[in-house]
């Protein structure tokens, strides 16, 4: 339940403001990769901009710890078309047509109709396919049906087993089809209505009667089924589930990564290498047991300074909330950056005594709340190029009740952004007040950093299910009430005096300054990144509008957060913190509530009344001015990149090159990186 918080609105930091130094150890020193007169941007195309990350740390890590990394990157980077075929049947069909044409067109480069299919091209890499990464709606293409026609005809090989060109120009050109990855529409078949890959020729309610079937109500480690395969019908009209798995569907991806993997196993130490070879059985087996096993143990490791994600992981994607897309990550421990996360960590359990919640539904005893800081050296699946800048799993209920849960907070992404933002004019615009923005100036970075932390580390953790509740029971409202509820948590925390008393903040300032952004953002400025007309629909942002919404709402009598008209332009301000602070405590409350009793309907109620529809005269406001401040709403990454030093067939040393140019590294990966058919 990684977070993808808003990063265009933690902005202007003059300096890194470092508060870690209790547990810093003074690494040797290397000779620093030289990555002078770099630009934080690399590349702008419609609502989009990328940046590179730098990877401080790197060289002065032991050799085996940098061969690690070098292998479990290889084997991030080998499941990129999986991605590709979760998002959409025939994204790697569009994707590969499209980068012939690219590659080997010899006309004018200049050409509007190629420098809308480039533009095209660039979404597609980026969303990896051909909807929306976020908005999930189908892109429109810039350039002429008749152009690419005559495109196709002359660069693009047919390609093995794939579609009609036919076909391929109604899916890129026809709005009407497959409009939509994820369709989550209260009352529509959410199974039939969206274009993922997850299911094919099957309904919402087969799909619903399949798992029913399936779950055994009384197993208290219940099994994620249905979590590693798609749902579809064979021959005879029968369900059945194609795993991905090796011998299933994807093995020649998954083999890939198995290569890797146990490349990474033969330099890990224990306990990482049995968990790496855990992980290879389950991709060997396609048992969801041993993914089960994996993540235990996984989730128990917390000496090892090198750490990853690899595998089916996160269920935002499926309008059910229950199939994985791939993701991977590559990381290693921040060992500057600790203390913030350690003093949270040994006071767990003051914070879950303390919440403002029904103390039944207080966890007795916090276990294995594990926190730290990373550095992030290489993104894949789902990780990239748009990528979390915290990270909190594993996503079972009752692993994390047992066993706990990982939390990290990455911060060499969050350092990039932070720079990539400095100066765009964004607070000016949309903060009336000055003392607002200069809270945020000053405290702006500390403030979003102690509540990703609060929010992964203590947050997600927090509570427990009453007597007979399984989880599952808010469907497809789950996502944005358990992101509202660690949200809540960490809003409501970092107001705290406690804070203070452990020395994690300077002054109560730091939560005003997040305080203000957040329910600026909630209610406004994260429109910009939606079109106008449209709901909202991701549930992190569906759970920012709902805490903003219902505290305006309820603490309206008191004036506690108000609009302000000034010079045409509306504004939304804090007037009272503390009984702000105050309703964010109601709120948790509540949606803790919610959770613990499975309580559907309330859940929906919450989400659809404050979550979904924009007023449409503030939504129109807030794209126009956006607009004019020209600041893409979306961000991702291009990696960097490692190289084996060999000597005499022996490795030596992993070399970081940072790369800056973003269609030389996703041409690079389709070529290097791509192991699927075009269709699966
Ligand atoms: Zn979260």
Redesign the pocket.
Known sequence: ???TRSISTLLIMTLSFCIFNACSKKAPEAEPVSIENMPWVIDRFDDIKVLRYEVPGFENLPLEQKKLIYYLSEAAKCGRDILFDQNFKYNLTIRRALEQVYTKYDGDRANAEFVAMEKYLKKVWFANGIHHHYSNDKFKPEFSRAWFEQMVAKYVEPQEGAIDNALLYDIIFNPELYAKRLDQTDGVDMVTNSACNYYEGVTMQEVEDFYTKMRDEDDPRPISYGLNSKLTKDKDGNIVEQVWKLGGMYSAAIQQIVYWLEKAAQVAAEPQKSIINTLINYYRTGDLREFDRYNVLWVGDNTSNVDFVNGFIEDYGDPLGRKASWESTVNFMDSLACRRTQILSANAQWFEDNAPIDPAFRKKEVKGVSAKVITVAMLGGDCYPATPI?I?LPNADWIRKEYGSKSVTIDNITYAYDKAAQGNGFNEEFMLREEDRARIKQYGKLADDLHTDL??CL??GSGQLAAGVKGGELKSYTSTL??AR??LFGLYYLGDPKLIEIGLIPSLDVAKAQYADYIMNGMMTQFSRIELGKNVEES?MRNRKLIAEWCYEKGKKDNVIEWVKQDGKSYIVVNDFDALRKLFGELLREVQRIKSKGDYEAGRKLVEDYAVKIDPEIHKEVLERYGKLGIEPYSGFVNPEYELVENNGEIVDVKLIYKSNYVEQMLGYSKEYSFLPSIN
């Open positions: 339940m990684k977070t915290g909190n929010h992964e947050g997600h358990e992101e660690a949200d992190h």
